[in-house]
């Protein structure tokens, strides 16, 4: 790390949670609303159940999403809010890759 | 890598969809204007005789010949009447998490500051439902259950109109539709020829014009669920 090009700093210093493009969709959904429900966020996010499931648990394990499970009568549904650090580190990200862009790619 | 203009995408057609469950279920007000224009529409029909009769011998305000100026519908109208709200009721809630909810449920964001008006509104709004209740007590008290209820039809009314004109508030078509309906349930069994006339064929036409503008959201709500559909299905494997 210490050896990379310091042009190339701001890159590698991206946040790797958030830059893997399905957990940048969940994490952008989630951010739309207060809270959302697998069956949702698997539909617009065009992933498989294991592969939402995997990327959840990695974004929960780094706080960046709480996961709610209740019943709906004999049903399980499992629903999901972004927390605030997540709603910190999508922003962070955004401003990140912004900045990356050359001026005139800029909005 | 997916563009920011797909993230934005989907951060609006979540927005959208959770709308639609939150507050812009078209078909809702589609069913609740049907129901009130409907049972207005009917309560008007049958007591059409009674009304012409009192209009014509310019007793609108004297009242009916009995001396009471009420209308008296059948057993039946005055049931179906006060049936109305609570199948407009559970017809609502079924259809919003139902319907509206097909792809999943969707909770919106909250409104974290409310702004000055909105607050106004529902200050404004409390204390009409508060001075239902008193008045409904005041006249259950001093005239009977029968006068309770007229008061509270008429005050129901006058809270639904009022209502009816901040319908783009969340969920304030539903609100003022359902006030509506109890003020209908309310005339239905104590109604004054002075106030039934106006109010009923008030209510009829608001109940169309509530659902056609609920038929408009149904379709962009339509619309919606098209996009949604399009996307593209979810993998088959997991990687």
């Given at each position: 790390m210490s050896d990379a090009n310091?042009?190339?700093?701001?890159?590698?210093?991206?946040?790797?949670?958030?830059h893997e493009p399905s957990r940048l969709a969940i994490l952008t959904v989630l951010s739309a609303a207060e809270e959302v429900e697998f069956l949702f966020l698997q539909?617009?996010?065009?992933?498989?159940?294991?592969?939402?499931?995997?990327?959840?648990?990695?974004?929960?394990?780094?706080?960046?999403?709480?996961?709610?499970?209740?019943?709906?009568?004999?049903?399980?549904?499992?629903?999901f809010?972004?927390?605030?650090?997540?709603?910190?580190?999508?922003?962070?990200?955004?401003?990140?890759?912004?900045?990356?862009?050359?001026?005139?790619?800029?909005r | 890598m997916r563009s920011e203009k797909a993230c934005e995408k989907m951060a609006e057609l979540t927005k959208r969809y959770a709308a639609y469950g939150a507050e812009r279920g078209g078909l809702v007000a589609l069913c609740g204007g049907l129901l009130l224009g409907g049972i207005s529409a009917l309560g008007t029909w049958w007591s059409?005789?009674?009304?012409?009769?009192?209009?014509?011998?310019?007793?609108?305000f004297y009242g009916n010949p009995d001396g009471r100026g009420d209308i008296l519908l059948p057993l039946w109208l005055r049931l179906t009447a006060w049936v109305m709200p609570f199948l407009f009721l559970a017809v609502s809630a079924w259809l919003r998490h139902r319907l509206y909810m097909g792809f999943g449920r969707v909770k919106a964001l909250e409104v974290k500051q409310p702004t000055p008006n909105i607050r106004i509104y529902w200050g404004g709004f409390l204390a009409i439902v508060l001075a239902i209740l008193i008045a409904m007590g005041f006249g259950a008290f001093k005239g009977g259950n029968a006068a309770g209820l007229r008061l509270l039809g008429e005050c129901c009314v006058g809270a639904g109109f009022v209502g009816a004109v901040r319908v783009r508030q969340p969920r304030g078509d539903e609100m003022a539709l359902l006030l509506l309906l109890w003020g209908n349930a309310g005339f239905s069994f104590a109604g004054t020829i002075w106030l039934w006339v106006p109010s009923s064929w008030l209510m009829a036409l608001f109940g169309l014009i509530l659902?056609?503008?609920?038929?408009?959201?149904?379709?962009?709500?339509?619309?919606?669920?098209?996009?949604?559909?399009?996307?593209?299905?979810?993998?088959?494997?997991?990687?």
């Open positions: 310091p042009d190339l700093q701001p890159i590698l210093t991206l946040d790797r949670t958030v539909r617009v996010t065009g992933l498989s159940k294991g592969n939402l499931s995997s990327h959840t648990q990695k974004l929960e394990g780094a706080g960046y999403l709480e996961t709610v499970k209740a019943f709906r009568g004999r049903i399980p549904v499992t629903s809010r972004i927390t605030d650090d997540g709603k910190v580190a999508l922003k962070a990200y955004h401003k990140q890759l912004r900045a990356l862009l050359p001026e005139e790619k800029k | 059409s005789d009674v009304v012409a009769l009192n209009l014509s011998a310019w007793r609108a659902a056609i503008r609920g038929l408009f959201q149904h379709r962009a709500f339509l619309e919606l669920r098209r996009e949604l559909e399009a996307l593209d299905p979810p993998e088959a494997a997991d990687v």
